[in-house]
C-alpha cells in the first residue's frame, strides 16, 4: 500500500506501452476506496495492433488488468456497456486518472464517457420492467415457501440482485455488479442497500425482513406481478 498506484500505473504504461496516446487508471486503486487487495485497473488506447485486448498480469507483486483498445474498439466495447446497462470501462475513463495523453487524446476520450455517461442507459420498455417483476415476485414466493437452508440462502442472494436491478432498471439508472451494485443503488435510496444486506444475513433466523424489504422495491415500481402477466413469443421461421 506503501506505493503510490498512479506512479506505478504511469510508469508501467510507459514501460509496456511507449507510443500510447491515452491512458487511464481507473477502480478503486486511486481512490480513498483502495485496499491491500486492490489491482490496477488500467485502460490503454493505442492506434492499432496489438490491441484490442484484455490481459491479467502481475508486476513486482501488483496485480495488474490491462485494457488495451484502439479508437474503435473503445467505442465499441462502450457501446455494449450501454446495451447492457453497466458501465465499467465508461467509468475508468471518465472517472479514472489520467496517465498520458497525446494531443489532448485522452481528454477527448474522457469528455465522450463522460457525456455517455450523463445521458444514461435507453429507457427499457414496459415489458422489459415488467419481466423483472414477475422475476422477483416469482423469487419472494420461492422464498416464501422454501424449508432447505442452503436453497433459502441461494434464494435470498438471488432475490437481492435481482430486486436492486429492477429498481434500478424501473428508474432508468446504470446498473453494475459485485460492489459497484449496491453503490448505483445508493444513488437512488441511501438506506436500501444496508436494508437488504442486513436482511439477507439473518435470512435463515427471519426471512420476512427481506421478503419486506423486496416487496417494498416492487410496490415502488408498480408492485408484484403474476396473474395477467402475458410475455409474445418469438417463431424465427416466419
Not at 36 to 47: A, G, M, T
Not at 88 to 100: C, H, S
Request: glycine share 8%; net charge neutral.
Amino acid at each position: 500500500m506503501s506505493a503510490d498506484p498512479v506512479e506505478v500505473a504511469a510508469r508501467l504504461v510507459g514501460e509496456r506501452f511507449p507510443h500510447a496516446h491515452a491512458a487511464f487508471l481507473g477502480g478503486s486503486s486511486p481512490t480513498a476506496r483502495r485496499t491491500p487487495w486492490s489491482d490496477l485497473d488500467i485502460v490503454v488506447v493505442l492506434d492499432g495492433p496489438p490491441a484490442p485486448f484484455r490481459e491479467t498480469l502481475r508486476h513486482s507483486g501488483q496485480l495488474v488488468e490491462w485494457f488495451v483498445q484502439t479508437p474503435g474498439s473503445l467505442r465499441h466495447y462502450w457501446r455494449h456497456d450501454t446495451v447492457r446497462r453497466r458501465t465499467p470501462l465508461l467509468r475508468m475513463v471518465a472517472e479514472g486518472v489520467i496517465l498520458t495523453s497525446t494531443d489532448g487524446a485522452a481528454e477527448g476520450y474522457r469528455a465522450r464517457a463522460c457525456a455517455l455517461l450523463a445521458a444514461g442507459p435507453a429507457a427499457p420498455t414496459a415489458t422489459t420492467v415488467d419481466m423483472q417483476r414477475y422475476l422477483v415476485t416469482d423469487l419472494v414466493d420461492d422464498l416464501r415457501g422454501c424449508s432447505d437452508p442452503v436453497e433459502i440462502s441461494y434464494l435470498a442472494a438471488t432475490l437481492v440482485l435481482a430486486a436492486s436491478d429492477l429498481l434500478l432498471l424501473a428508474g432508468n439508472r446504470w446498473s453494475a455488479r459485485g460492489k459497484w451494485l449496491p453503490r448505483r443503488l445508493a444513488e437512488i435510496d441511501p438506506e436500501l442497500p444496508g436494508r437488504l444486506a442486513a436482511a439477507q444475513q439473518t435470512v435463515l433466523a427471519d426471512r420476512e425482513p427481506l421478503v419486506a424489504a423486496v416487496l417494498a422495491v416492487l410496490h415502488r415500481v408498480g408492485g408484484p406481478l403474476q396473474e395477467g402477466f402475458r410475455l409474445e413469443g418469438e417463431d424465427p421461421s416466419r
